[in-house]
């Protein structure tokens, strides 16, 4: 079983839709937690990050942590074309340096 | 500024041929990564360097590859011989603090 565990899609949704995605972990030790959106033939960037459980909004973006339930989410309200990527959750026990990524989730949103 | 830069971008070779990357991460820097995406994967960490030093390689496989960063700077990733299962990208990482930021990787097919 891996330690990070993402659904990889392929998702797909109409502009404008609110999009939901997801990871679960097993290690109980990860207190940082990160999402990145990775364009085709592009290096991952980073979107948001929280530490421990709560909540984060940016924008169009909400990060989620639920440590209880070991399950994280990012929302993207008013999803755009060009939000159309692979999103990959990353998360680390100790600081930004060791993160263990997930298989990433591909999202295809058309207008 | 300048992002993290690799080359090259995309390599062929025949499996049992020696390959070499190149890295060149953001201007003040001092962590460096390297990371292998296998295709549908996240990344997963190889080595990461602290300046010249390699702190955390436990992921390379060290029977043949290798990694160095002189001056603290540039590094290489060397892979021989290569195998079939190299085949993925491998993408570099820098960071000053709290962010990862990734170069475009270089797209490895081992044929």
């Known amino acids: 079983q891996k330690e990070v565990e993402q659904d990889p899609g392929p998702l797909s949704v109409p502009e404008g839709a609110i999009v939901s995605l997801n990871c679960t972990y097993s290690n109980s030790a990860f207190q940082y937690f990160m999402w990145y959106r990775q364009y085709s033939r592009k290096g991952p960037e980073l979107l948001m990050y929280?530490?421990?459980?709560g909540n984060k909004e940016d924008g169009r973006f909400t990060a989620q942590v639920d440590k209880s339930s070991k399950y994280i989410s990012l929302f993207i309200r008013d999803s755009q074309p060009s939000d159309s990527a692979t999103y990959l959750c990353?998360?680390?026990?100790?600081?930004?340096?060791?993160?263990?990524f997930g298989a990433g989730t591909r999202l295809a949103v058309h207008p | 500024e300048a992002g993290v830069v690799q080359s090259p971008r995309y390599k062929i070779i025949e499996k049992k041929q020696p390959v070499a990357f190149w890295c060149n991460p953001i201007?003040?820097?001092?962590?460096l990564y390297w990371y292998r995406q296998n295709l549908g994967q996240g990344p997963e960490l190889l080595i990461r360097?602290?300046?010249?030093?390699?702190?955390?390689d436990s992921q390379l496989p060290k029977d043949r590859f290798s990694a160095e960063r002189l001056k603290g700077v540039d590094s290489t990733l060397k892979i021989q011989p290569a195998e079939l299962g190299d085949s993925a990208v491998y993408l570099c990482a820098s960071s000053s603090d709290n962010e990862q930021y990734f170069g475009p990787g270089t797209r490895l097919t081992v044929t």
């Open positions: 201007s003040g820097h001092n962590t």
């Open positions: 929280t530490y421990s459980s």
């Open positions: 360097y602290e300046n010249e030093e390699a702190v955390d």
């Open positions: 990353a998360m680390s026990a100790g600081g930004y340096n060791k993160l263990i």
